[in-house]
């Protein structure tokens, strides 16, 4: 199976073969690929507990909503936590920055993430369940207060094929990003008059994949900064018209701008 087929077919999985256990053997493959995942400065502060006997399945059981207890019939379950104060902090317990053990959660989830891909490619169904009684699980597994409880995901063999939802377009997710970025490098090379062609590709692209206009007062606005400068005006002009219709908000546009 290669790594797309992986990344396209795993689902979220709310239904599992009775007839058909998960063993020690394979979370344990499962825990491995995880470790594989990056962290923050190799701290590794991710931790499972993985409940594959009938007894620590009910343990766990108890501890979550009886949704997800349908949701997770017949499967095994790994409860994932992470070390506090660890990901994200300097030796002395200071964080490194604002984000602080946000950093602790990100890259469990990161390890998650490789957890449940090889999941898949093992022919395994996932389900990553984030409402679940954090104390009670603490409790019942013994987890130290050195760490976090942050979700329990469900493992089994599918009983079902979900079809996948759906899913938003690249473009949604970093076309703003980049056409910003594209613009303020344009831009400088036009006013300083070292144009080229890589400048009017990009403008191009941008040109013929982008909607309408969204907004006159920025028409308006764009127009008047036109007007400062009439030595580049064509140049300007340009560039007007192809920001009028990205999809822009109107403040990171007069943010640009200004």
């Given at each position: ?173 970093s076309a703003g ?77 007069f943010n640009i701008?200004?």
């Amino acid at each position: 199976m290669n790594f797309d087929s992986v990344l396209e077919g795993r689902r979220s999985v709310r239904a599992y073969d009775e007839n058909k256990k998960v063993t020690s053997e394979q979370v344990e493959q499962l825990v491995q690929s995880a470790i594989y995942a990056p962290s923050w400065k190799n701290s590794q502060t991710a931790r499972y507990y993985c409940a594959v006997s009938e007894q620590g399945i009910e343990k766990v059981k108890s501890c979550l909503p009886e949704f997800n207890v349908k949701n997770s019939q017949n499967a095994a379950l790994i409860v994932t936590t992470f070390v506090s104060n660890r990901s994200g902090f300097n030796r002395d317990g200071s964080p490194d920055n604002e984000c602080a053990n946000g950093w602790g959660y990100y890259d469990l989830g990161l390890h998650n993430e490789n957890l449940v891909l090889k999941a898949y490619e093992m022919g395994l169904g996932t389900l990553i369940m984030g409402i679940r009684d954090g104390d009670a699980l603490r409790s019942v597994l013994n987890i130290p207060d050195t760490e976090t409880v942050v979700s329990v995901i469900a493992v089994g063999y599918p009983a079902a094929s979900p079809e996948m939802p759906k899913r938003k377009s690249p473009s949604t997710l970093s076309a703003g990003l980049i056409n910003i970025q594209l613009y303020r490098i344009s831009v400088d090379a036009f006013q300083n008059k070292k144009a080229t062609k890589s400048n009017l590709v990009a403008f191009i692209f941008i040109f013929l994949s982008v909607s309408a206009v969204k907004n006159f007062k920025i028409l308006f606005v764009a127009f008047v900064k036109i007007l400062e400068n009439a030595e580049v005006f064509v140049i300007n002009l340009f560039i007007c018209r192809i920001w009028m219709i990205c999809s822009l908000n109107r403040d990171e546009f007069f943010n640009i701008l200004d």
